[in-house]
């Protein structure tokens, strides 16, 4: 057999010869190593798993009351031989617990505060006064029934009210008025075991230490929303 016309003669390469100790040639570029592909995939996998999409996908959602629980303040309470400086933290913070803001000087109860600092009044006296005054009353008229009522439970118990609760609040408000619901709210014997005579009512419904329920709890960080929180969210509310 000759080789045709054109076509060249193949030759063996030295490398393929027979007994032949010569190595094939490389190609050029990348070379895969023993073990360099399940590296390299395990190392892209394990960057895309810890990356911050699937932290992401992997947190759960968090009422926004709980990222601003760091910055509640401590109950503040008042004893008879405190001076003047305590005495106005006490005013102030009551004023702020119900209205979210401190009162204009012709919007202040000044006899009140003169009787609290005589000590003709208690501290839960004094917020029943300011529960009971225009502007409390008018914040919470303004408010839709059911936003009103959170309104109200976060203000003087320091949580969300509970389903019955809300009921029994809005019932009464009804058939007795606004300032009758709210005094079964200060008249409560949670409300005395929380904050007894001399304490101003503060957010307390982000801890289940308080023997407040999980529920509750939930409910209370998805109200809250800071400073200007004890205003609750129209869709938070219903």
């Known amino acids: ?99 979210n803001r401190i009162p204009f000087e012709a919007e202040r109860l000044r006899d009140a505060e003169s009787q609290l600092r005589d000590a003709q009044l208690s501290v839960s006296e004094f917020v029943g006064l300011i529960a009971a005054g225009d502007l ?11 936003r009103a009522a959170a309104a109200a439970f976060l203000a003087l118990l320091g949580r969300a009210g509970q389903p019955k609760e809300v009921s029994h609040f809005l019932a009464t408000r009804a058939k007795q008025g606004q300032r009758a619901a709210l005094d079964d709210i200060l008249n409560s014997l949670e409300y005395a075991e929380s904050f007894g005579r001399d304490t101003v009512p503060y957010l307390r419904g982000l801890d289940t230490e308080n023997g407040i329920p999980i529920t509750t709890v939930n409910r209370t960080a998805a109200l809250y929303a800071g400073n200007a929180g004890l205003t609750p969210p129209i869709k938070g509310a219903i």
């Open 1 to 99: 057999w000759k080789t045709p016309r054109g076509v060249s003669a193949f030759t063996t390469p030295a490398w393929a010869a027979p007994g032949s100790a010569k190595a094939p040639p490389q190609a050029s570029g990348w070379s895969p190593k023993p073990g360099d592909w399940t590296a390299k995939a395990a190392g892209s996998f394990s960057r895309m798993v810890s990356g911050d999409a699937m932290a992401k996908a992997l947190e759960g959602a968090r009422p926004q009351g709980f990222s601003r629980r760091a910055g509640l303040g401590q109950p503040i309470s008042w004893c008879q031989d405190a001076d003047e400086t305590a005495l106005q933290e006490v005013i102030e913070a009551s004023y702020r617990q119900l209205l």
């Open 136 to 146: 409390f009353q008018q914040r919470l008229l303004k408010m839709a029934p059911l």
